[in-house]
């Protein structure tokens, strides 16, 4: 059972749009919740995480929408740049020894 | 400050053949986790050590191990390589209770 599910597969913004991600998850054990990114042969990257305490959380041109209820977050990028063009995975935790991957978003940011 | 450092970063191996892959952590985190990257499967969970005990295992067979040194640096061993362990195994360290998990470059491990 996949433990956290992440959509859309791949993604297509022009430069200076948003780009949005979604995951929901299953689990109300998880408690917290980042996001990486990854670029071709390096490994993922810590970009923004959030705690279920606060629904919103805002980092540069980087945010998290969190509904508890809903068991949904999303990540969105303002102002998308090329620069920006990555995958990125969201990821849920309950105890920090063992993260659940969303399957990932493959952006593509057009200039 | 130096990152996560895996050491092979590419590996070819033989069908049948055990493969070990080293991680060193970022200086001061006692927590090493590892996982495996497919293009099929995504990001998975394999183990994670702590003070050179393993704390919490994924759901691989058991020719998936692994182990922590006193200096928290960590290796995992492959058995019995079949073709389907061909992926990018990524370790991730992390100080004690701290959230923030970093991941280092990644092993890519082909299997022939």
């Known amino acids: 059972q996949q433990q956290v599910k992440q959509s859309p597969q791949s993604l297509i913004v022009q430069k200076g749009g948003i780009s949005i991600i979604n995951c929901a998850y299953e689990?109300?054990?998880?408690?917290?919740f980042p996001w990486y990114q990854q670029f071709p042969g390096k490994g993922p990257a810590l970009l923004i995480a959030?705690?279920?305490?606060?629904s919103e959380k805002k980092e540069g041109r980087f945010t998290i929408s969190f509904n508890k209820s809903a068991k949904q977050f999303s990540l969105h990028i303002m102002d998308s740049q090329p620069g920006d063009s990555a995958t990125y995975f969201c990821?849920?935790?309950?105890?920090?020894?063992?993260?659940?991957f969303g399957s990932g978003t493959k952006l593509n940011v057009k200039p | 400050k130096a990152g996560v450092t895996q050491t092979p970063r590419y590996l070819i191996k033989t069908r049948g053949q055990q493969v070990t892959l080293s991680c060193s952590p970022i200086?001061?985190?006692?927590?090493v986790s590892w996982y495996q990257q497919t293009p099929g499967q995504g990001l998975q969970f394999l183990f994670e050590?702590?003070?050179?005990?393993?704390?919490n295992k994924g759901n691989f067979p058991g020719r998936f191990s692994g182990r922590q040194f006193s200096n928290s640096r960590s290796e995992m061993n492959v058995s019995t390589l079949e073709l389907g362990d061909s992926a990018l195994y990524l370790c991730?360290?992390?100080?004690?209770?701290?959230?923030?998990?970093?991941f280092g470059q990644g092993t890519r491990l082909t299997v022939v």
């Open positions: 991730a360290s992390r100080r004690a209770g701290n959230t923030e998990a970093f």
């Open positions: 689990n109300t054990a998880f408690d917290y």
């Open positions: 959030i705690r279920p305490d606060v």
């Open positions: 990821a849920a935790t309950g105890n920090f020894n063992k993260f659940y």
């Open positions: 200086s001061g985190h006692r927590s």
């Open positions: 050590y702590f003070s050179e005990t393993q704390r």
